[in-house]
Structure formats: structure tokens, C-alpha cells
């Protein structure tokens, strides 16, 4: 624990502009990112009497070992920075909001010649039209189902659309009326196109236009006498209205609105979000938090605004936001949002009539959301505690190992031997810290060998990290208690406009004496290489140490990790195996296992763990092994990308007909010059043609078609 006196700013030291500051702790890990009108009041109130403070904000400011902040021109460009900061460092004291569930949203290709509709979960993607979030998928069906009547959008699969095409024959929908068939030339690119944009039209709110022009269309036909036509039209304002009804009406007309609720107690924190499109609620979805930070409803409201507009752009943005709350800064928060809409957004608590009414639904549900989540919580957070305790106990650990890192080695017969690395934190999977790596030493299979690689790679990263960063050594000038600003990179800050901010540090950070020695990277792979560090001191995957390494094996694999750490000098980390065999815990230097109870939480947890690197290891290797069948000589011509290599593949038909090319025949390909084509040849000439493939089935050649394996 961290005495803030120690990394206290001098007085006068911290400007009065507004900024962004960010707390580090002895690892430089930022854990916490916030900002201010006036920098220099609000960093002050954290170093007030510890006794005054917050529990969580105690917590926060004896957990770190620097401050730094960084001054803007306005407080837009302050809210702007602090959002790209707590994007790119996830600091464990600021609220971040976590879906309860991963959304279906419906979409709409609008970046394919030929667009498509279909069911999308995840990140956006730009140029697709996207409605929602929907609460389950079948919903999104529904709707589309009915609506293909009127708008015979195309929604089948790339593979299937290319299959089509090829036979002159459309799929089921096209047969029945539900597409337009623009695989086989019923409609041109245009005029699918323009149905593609009458649906979005539709799903956007603007429903009365089609529907009337239906019925109008519907009395033509019965007054020509086509009963037919004007039953089939009946049918399709039918269908449409059953589509609009599976969306209440809740607002006027060409309102867009989106609604936000927070439910909240001393812990944790819901949201619920309603968005209202031409009155309609179009999409619902709700997001929980801890409270890692001291903050009130305003604070919570302008993080959740944060996360549900910082990556979005145009009508995404609507044009008003009711909330519970007005963050501190509403004026900014709003100028925020106007100019990610492009126009006015207005951002208030709404007082009265049908919004209020409707706020109280949203609260309801926020209410209902926070109650299911600590009800599910409640068990999950008790039963992760006990594992961690039991694991301490049976290992004689002092502490519960909040970080546990697992290492498994993967190969088939001695071929493509890898390993993998995945990280679990306070008892869950923290993917973003899986690593994996590729064995270089040696050749063979030789999995106790490869532990001992593998781990000392690992950790040698770790401590060059250490080295490079200067917390192993100190010098007077760097002791524990001295103050004084570190010199920073000066310049813009990416994303944000106006004059270049101006960084600044403060507090304890320990320097090595002597210059500090290149890293040896001679037994690295590219995939287990960091990423290199920026002038702000950010670290990535191997920078922070655990406190319990498992290794998937028994006495060897622990012996040869333990082996490992020791030769590094490092003897502040556990080490374990978990054998698959009998599931016993292996330490080091014991000749017999520790044996858990079956129904132990600990071995249940150090299983997940184990089975989760194992899991880790066989997927990079499959796709190893899978890439390099899938090789061609073709890989190995300099400066030959895979777009001209499909081009040759193409022009050709395959790898053995190119083979059998002239260079001049090589040149005719678009885009492939005469020194290419001597360097493809050369390259085809110098590998021996593979084995022809045979159809066991009928004692057919199979030609080869690709540029697979030649």
C-alpha cells in the first residue's frame, strides 16, 4: 500500500486548465483516468486525508504510485481524451459498463453491390445499416419475414448468392416471391438497391408513406378489375402493419429518442436503455457495473453515454437523449453529442407527459435487471472467493493468487509444437491477456523442454519490462518520496483537436542507473513478441507478473518450469501442475501430489483454468498445421501478395498449369511484370509437383484447382 504524500504534486505544480489525469501504480498499469474543469482542484481533493476520502477512492489513490495529467483546450476535448484513454488502458477503478448479453441487431449490407439482410451480433462494421438491438434473435426473423413480402431483399449467404448465379437457378425465396432474385438477373444491381433502401427506409420509422401507397395501389387494381393483384397487395400493407405492431407506439410520430435509466445501490449499478425510433421502441438493452469509483447517478449517466455513443456517428446519434440525471458538465456533454450527430442534440431529464411515463417503464426494468443480476452474482462471486481460498490453502500460499497464468504445450506427433499462455483474474478468463507461442530451441517433441523454453521466455520479458522501466534499481535521486515532474512526450494527442496538450508527472519513478542492456530476443517468435512500448510508458501482455503459474503435466513440466524461474532468479511466484490422469496438484521438489477433494471449488477452478490453456494451445495449433497444408510455392515469391496470386490462380485454373507457363505467358496476367513472372517461375521450378490426388471412391484424378499444396 502506497502513501499518496509519497507521489503528492508540488503546490503550484498542477495547472488550472482542464485536463485528463491519470493514476499509475508501481507497475505503471494505469488504473484510473478522470477529468476535470480545473485540473489543479480536482487532483488536489485526492490527496486530502485519507481518512475524508471515499472507501473506493482511498483504495485508488493508496493503490497508485504516480499521477500524471495531460491539459486540453476545453472541456470537450478533455471528455473526448478521457474516453480514448479508458478505451486503450480498461483502468480497474473506472466504471465500465459490461453487457449482460450480446445483442442481435438487424443489418443491412449496404456496402455489397447486391445488399443483404440478415441477423448481425458484435462490433459494427462500416457501410451496414444496422436496427436494434432486438432481445432475441427469432424476433428479427419475424419481422423480416413479413416484411420480404413488400421489400424482396435478398438475405442469403454469400456461398449460396455465388451458387446461383452459377446454375441460373434461385434459391427457395426466390420462387416464392421473398426475393427478388438478383442472382439470376430479375432485377438489376440498381433496382435491388433501391428495395434495400425502401426496407431501411421502413425499419427507420417512416412507415405511413408505403402503406398508404399500398392501399392506394390496392384501389387501382380492384377498380381495373385485377383481383388478384389487389388481394396480393391487400396482403403486403397486412403484412407490414403486423410488422409494425410487433413494435408498441409509444411517442408521436418522428420521434427519436433514446431513454436511459440507471437502477444502482452501493455496489453495483444497472442501466437500461429504450431507443425510440419514429415513436416506436425500435431496440432495447441493458448493461450492469460495479462501482469501482466514488460516483453518483451523473456520473454514471455520462459514462454510459460515453459508451454508448463514443463510436458512433450521423442518425446513430438521436437527436434527443432523456435521462435521469444531467451529467456535471451537461453544456459539454451535449456539445459532445452534437458533434458526433452532426446537428443539435437535446440532452435533458424529461418532466412530464408521455416521456416521463415512459421513463418510469425504463426505470422498472432497470430495477428488475439490477435484482436478477445480484441474484445470479451473488453465488458466482461466493463460489469464486472459496476456490481462490482453497487454492492458497492447499499450496501454502500467504496471499489468495488474484492472478493465475496456465501453460500448455500442443503438437501432432512432434509437428508444429506450440504453447499457450491464458490468464485469469480474481477467478475469470481475462482473454485479452492469452498469449501463445511457437517452440523455437529445438525440433521434436519434447514437452518438458518446451515448458522450460516457453517459461523463460515469458518471464525473461518480464524482466526486461522491469529493467527497462528502472524498478529494479534505485538511485537517491529516485527514492521512495521524492517528487518532481518526469518528463513527457510533448504533442497532439490522437483525437483530439486544438493546440497540442501539454503532459506532466508527478511522483516516485524509480530510474535505472547505467544504460539499460538491448533486449535479447533470439529465441523469440513473432507470436509471443510485445508489442513495443510508447513514450508514455504503456505495457502490454507480459508486463505484470502473477502470483500462481499451472502447468498442464505432472512432476516434469513443474520441475522444468520451477527450473526455469530459478535460472531468471525469481522466487516470488508459485508454481503448480494439474496431471490430467488422476487431477493432483503437483509442486515443486514434493515426491507426492496434493490431492483436492472432487467437490473442491479450487480443483474445479484450476480444471477451467487448465482446460481453458489447453483449449488455447489446440486451436493455434490446428490452425498451424491448417495453414501450413493450405501452403503454395507461390508463398515464398518476394514481393507477391495474395491478390496477384489469386490473379495467376485464376488466369491459370491452377498451381500445375501455371507451372507449365512461359514467363511471357506469365507476363499476360494483369498487374504481373516480367521480373515477377521470372520469380514465380523460378519459384514453381525449384518445387517438385505433389502427388496427384486420388478419389478413393472412384479411382478418379482429381485435377488440382487451387493454389493449395503443389
Not at 419481422?143 to 438475405?155: A, E, G, H, N, Y
Not at 396480393?232 to 411517442?251: G, Y
Request: glycine letters at 8%.
Amino acid at each position: 500500500m502506497a502513501d499518496p504524500s509519497s507521489y503528492r504534486p508540488k503546490p503550484g505544480q498542477i495547472p488550472d486548465s482542464p485536463g485528463v489525469y491519470k493514476f499509475r501504480d508501481e507497475h505503471r498499469r494505469v488504473i484510473y483516468v478522470g477529468k476535470a474543469k480545473n485540473l489543479r482542484q480536482r487532483v488536489a481533493n485526492y490527496f486530502q486525508d485519507l481518512a475524508g476520502l471515499h472507501p473506493r477512492t482511498r483504495t485508488m489513490v493508496t493503490t497508485a504510485a504516480s499521477v500524471e495529467w495531460t491539459v486540453v483546450s476545453t472541456e470537450v476535448e478533455a471528455l473526448q481524451l478521457e474516453y480514448s484513454w479508458i478505451k486503450e488502458f480498461d483502468p480497474r477503478f473506472n466504471v465500465k459498463y459490461r453487457d449482460d448479453k450480446s445483442y442481435p441487431y438487424l443489418a443491412v449490407t449496404l456496402n455489397e453491390e447486391f445488399p443483404r439482410v440478415q441477423v448481425m451480433r458484435g462490433a459494427k462494421k462500416k457501410g451496414v445499416r444496422y436496427f436494434g438491438p432486438y432481445g432475441h434473435a427469432w424476433a428479427i426473423r419475424e419481422t423480416v419475414d413479413l416484411m420480404l413480402r413488400v421489400f424482396p431483399v435478398r438475405t442469403c449467404s454469400a456461398g449460396v448468392f455465388k451458387n446461383a448465379a452459377r446454375t441460373g437457378r434461385p434459391c427457395l425465396l426466390g420462387y416464392i416471391g421473398k426475393c427478388s432474385a438478383p442472382c439470376v438477373g430479375r432485377v438489376t444491381p440498381e433496382e435491388h438497391r433501391e428495395l434495400a433502401e425502401d426496407f431501411c427506409d421502413f425499419m427507420a420509422g417512416r412507415t405511413g408513406t408505403y402503406i398508404r401507397r399500398l392501399e392506394k395501389d390496392m384501389m387501382l387494381a380492384a377498380e381495373e378489375m385485377e383481383y388478384e393483384r389487389a388481394a396480393r397487395l391487400r396482403d403486403d400493407a397486412e403484412a407490414l402493419k403486423r410488422a409494425m405492431e410487433k413494435s408498441a407506439v409509444v411517442l408521436a410520430d418522428a420521434t427519436d429518442a433514446d431513454l436511459i435509466a440507471v437502477a444502482e445501490d452501493e455496489l453495483e449499478a444497472a442501466l437500461q436503455i429504450f431507443h425510440v425510433r419514429g415513436g416506436r421502441v425500435r431496440g432495447q438493452r441493458g448493461w450492469v457495473t460495479d462501482k469501482v469509483e466514488a460516483v453518483d447517478t451523473s456520473g454514471l449517466v455520462e459514462h454510459a453515454l460515453q459508451q454508448l455513443y463514443g463510436e458512433e456517428r450521423g442518425d446513430a446519434v438521436p437527436k434527443e437523449v432523456l435521462v435521469p440525471a444531467l451529467p456535471e458538465d451537461a453544456e459539454a456533454v451535449s456539445q459532445w453529442l452534437a458533434e458526433r450527430r452532426g446537428s443539435q442534440v437535446s440532452l435533458r431529464i424529461p418532466q412530464r407527459g408521455d416521456k416521463k411515463d415512459l421513463m418510469v417503464t425504463v426505470q422498472r426494468n432497470a430495477q428488475q435487471a439490477l435484482g436478477l443480476h445480484k441474484t445470479k452474482r451473488a453465488s458466482d462471486l461466493t463460489t469464486r472467493s472459496r476456490a481462490l481460498e482453497e487454492i492458497a490453502e492447499a499450496l501454502g500460499l500467504d496471499t489468495a493468487p488474484l492472478r493465475i497464468e496456465c501453460y500448455d504445450i500442443s503438437h501432432l506427433q512432434g509437428d508444429d509444437v506450440v504453447a499457450s499462455m491464458v490468464v485469469f483474474e480474481d477467478g475469470l478468463a481475462r482473454k485479452s491477456e492469452y498469449r501463445r507461442f511457437q517452440i523455437k530451441g529445438f525440433e521434436g517433441q519434447d514437452d518438458v523442454r518446451s515448458m522450460h523454453e516457453v517459461i523463460g521466455r515469458r518471464f525473461k520479458r518480464y524482466l526486461q519490462d522491469k529493467e527497462r522501466t528502472g524498478e529494479w534499481e534505485e538511485t537517491p535521486e529516485a527514492a521512495p518520496g521524492a517528487t518532481g515532474p518526469v518528463p513527457g512526450a510533448t504533442g497532439p494527442v490522437p483525437g483530439v483537436p486544438g493546440p497540442a496538450p501539454v503532459p506532466a508527472a508527478t511522483g516516485p519513478v524509480p530510474a535505472a542507473t547505467g544504460p539499460v542492456p538491448a533486449p535479447d530476443l533470439t529465441a523469440a517468435s513473432p507470436d509471443d513478441e510485445p508489442e513495443p512500448r510508447e513514450d508514455d510508458g504503456r505495457r502490454k501482455r507480459f508486463a505484470y507478473p502473477p502470483q500462481l503459474v499451472v502447468v498442464d503435466g505432472g512432476q516434469p513440466q513443474v520441475a522444468a518450469a520451477k527450473r526455469a524461474l530459478d535460472e531468471l532468479g525469481i522466487d516470488d511466484i508459485a508454481v503448480c501442475g494439474l496431471a490430467k490422469r488422476l487431477e493432483e496438484v503437483w509442486l515443486p521438489d514434493d515426491d507426492d501430489p496434493v490431492v483436492l477433494p472432487r467437490s473442491s471449488e479450487g480443483l474445479y477452478l484450476l480444471q477451467r483454468v487448465r482446460d481453458e490453456a489447453h483449449r488455447f494451445a489446440i486451436t493455434y495449433q490446428r490452425a498451424k498445421r491448417a495453414k501450413r497444408i493450405r501452403s503454395s510455392p507461390l508463398d515464398d515469391v518476394t514481393g507477391l501478395g495474395e491478390t496477384r496470386k489469386q490473379a495467376l490462380i485464376k488466369h491459370f485454373g491452377s498451381v500445375k498449369k501455371l507451372r507449365q507457363a512461359t514467363i511471357d505467358e506469365i507476363c499476360e496476367v494483369p498487374g504481373i511484370g516480367r521480373r515477377t513472372a521470372e520469380s514465380v517461375a523460378a519459384a514453381l521450378a525449384s518445387t517438385t509437383p505433389a502427388a496427384p490426388a486420388v478419389n478413393t471412391a472412384t479411382g478418379e484424378i482429381i485435377e488440382e484447382d487451387d493454389g493449395g499444396s503443389s
